[in-house]
């Protein structure tokens, strides 16, 4: 039986024993776990042969390694953050990159919160002086985080958590998050700012729970630290980056706000010489907020499960860069995913010369869902041609349309349709030219039904051979004829025409395929104006 290479990497940080007890109870995979991956060129040595890799924070999955990974098909994080996997580039070789954004939630949220807690009794403090042999009760007076107003950047899984345990404990919740709808707000019992700046200055407490991203990098500036209460406290748990670390430590210094604890830093672990490390008024853990008994073995059993499923039945969980389709989901659209591969395959072979914008228009009830796995197959159907069939996948295809300039776009039609389920892919090109292939289900058996606005009807299957002549007596006997003294047989015929003595498109599914000189006698035939080979 052929095998799947897993290789477990990291640097001192396994996952789960039980996570890879599962992997290697498969007898389609071998297995390899090594934890002294630290150096790249080490990374990429022990990645060569790897089909799956899966790390946590410690191994870095980078631009190098996947080059020189030729058979990499998932990469799995054992975790929520992704930075130390190079997610652009594993996009475009066609790597899917998952995580595991549930199995540490509690965990974080528990953290954060105990963090919170921490730092408004000043508990490490009060600590250290008792073990240090001092009863100093006066230093440590603490403020009560009940009836303060508490802000939560992101209200995902971990932040939600979170707000549950505030609303517990007396808090009021204001909740900014691009993303979040105001039914989901009021469902969680939270108060929705859509404004970072009128949401913070309100804010007694501000706990961080946002991905580490272009847009959110240094959220908390210098600028926006001016502008808090000097009560403020701010907890972050997410990812290092999301506060200016240095303007948090001159901001504590100052005065500017009451205290920061932090799980996570913008380097880790921080140099001696960090300046937050010697402000006051702060409480600092080492990125522990997955670290826990329970978290970790979630997690490890949970990423193990995810790239079993996707290594031998092709379902996607918790991806990063493509839409998860669990089992279910890919029973439902898995006719569909397969034939609209076939009509974008099948466009590109009569498309006008340089066409740079496809259009794909659903109607009926395959239009009512999530269609963007079957747009993505639309596409890498249609661009085997341009790049080769192995160079494009279902993860890449936008990237590498856009590479070439063609531009996609998808639209459900609203009006009704004749069809139950009904695809259409078009093909255009700057100059208006276009050409435009439907396709739908009969009794569960894929039909091309349209091409280029004529209404025809034929098994997508053997050789298709598509004719556009005028529609005048004697056209189906001239073609006929060349091909039946070509040995070429029709297997299966669908004839239409836009009006009496109009334009008429013929196709046919052929035994075999004609060869270049049959197509050139094709269109000497006067009448005929284009002739189109397709071979399924």
């Not at 403020?143 to 802000?151: F, R």
């Not at 580490?212 to 000097?230: F, Q």
């Not at 990063?320 to 591969?341: H, W």
Request: aromatic letters at 4%; glycine letters at 8%.
């Amino acid at each position: 039986m052929s095998k799947f290479n897993i290789l477990i990497a990291g640097n001192n940080d396994p996952i789960s024993s039980k996570g890879i007890d599962l992997l290697k109870a498969e007898p389609s995979f071998s297995v390899e776990v090594n934890m002294n991956l630290k150096a790249e060129d080490a990374m990429i040595e022990a990645s060569r042969n790897a089909h799956a890799i899966i790390v946590r924070s410690g191994a870095k999955v980078t631009a190098k390694v996947l080059e020189a990974a030729p058979n990499l098909k998932v990469v799995g994080r054992a975790g929520v953050g992704v930075d130390n996997i190079d997610v652009p580039v594993a996009s475009k070789r066609g790597v899917v990159v998952m995580n595991t954004p549930g199995g540490n939630t509690i965990s974080t949220a528990e953290q954060a919160f105990t963090l919170m807690m921490a730092l408004s009794r000043k508990t490490p403090q009060a600590h250290a002086t008792i073990v240090g042999g001092k009863w100093d009760r006066a230093k440590f007076k603490g403020t009560e985080v009940y009836g303060k107003t508490l802000v939560v950047l992101g209200m995902g899984r971990i932040g939600a958590e979170f707000a549950k345990r505030a609303k517990a404990f007396g808090m009021t919740v204001i909740a900014y998050d691009p993303y979040l709808s105001k039914n989901r707000a009021e469902s969680l019992g939270v108060t929705l700012c859509e404004d970072l700046d009128a949401a913070i200055v309100q804010a007694d407490y501000i706990t961080m729970h946002m991905p580490l991203t272009p847009d959110t990098k240094h959220m908390i500036n210098a600028k926006r630290l001016g502008t808090l209460k000097k009560t403020c406290r701010i907890i972050n748990c997410a990812r290092g980056g999301l506060i200016d670390d240095a303007a948090l430590a001159q901001a504590l210094t100052d005065g500017t706000i009451a205290g920061a604890a932090l799980d996570v830093f913008e380097v880790e672990p921080p140099p001696a010489d960090y300046p937050l490390l010697s402000a006051p008024n702060t409480v600092f853990t080492p990125h522990l907020g997955a670290s826990t008994e329970e978290a970790q073995e979630n997690v490890g059993i949970e990423i193990a499960e995810v790239i079993k499923a996707h290594l031998l039945q092709g379902t996607v969980v918790n991806a990063v860069n493509m839409p998860n389709v669990d089992p279910k989901v890919l029973a439902e659209i898995g006719p569909f995913l397969k034939f609209g591969e076939l009509l974008g395959r099948l466009v590109s072979q009569f498309a006008p010369a340089r066409a740079n914008v496809v259009r794909i228009n659903y109607s009926g009830k395959v239009g009512s869902g999530d269609t963007t796995l079957i747009s993505r197959a639309v596409l890498k159907g249609f661009l085997e041609r341009a790049v080769g069939a192995e160079q494009v996948n279902y993860i890449n295809a936008n990237g590498v349309a856009e590479n070439l300039g063609i531009r996609f776009t998808e639209s459900r039609l609203t009006e009704p349709s004749e069809f139950t389920d009904l695809i259409e892919v078009v093909a255009k090109n700057d100059s208006g030219d276009a050409a435009s292939i439907a396709g739908t289900f009969f009794a569960g058996e894929p039909r091309i039904v349209r091409v280029n606005s004529h209404r025809i009807e034929a098994r997508p299957e053997g050789t298709l051979l598509f004719i556009e002549n005028i529609d005048r007596p004697g056209m189906i006997a001239a073609y006929s004829t060349t091909l039946g003294k070509n040995q070429v047989n029709i297997a299966d015929m669908s004839l239409s025409r836009d009006k009496e003595s109009g334009k008429a498109l013929t196709l046919l599914t052929l035994d075999s395929t004609p060869g270049a000189e049959v197509i050139a006698e094709l269109e000497k035939i006067q009448g005929i104006s284009k002739v189109h080979c397709v071979a399924i």
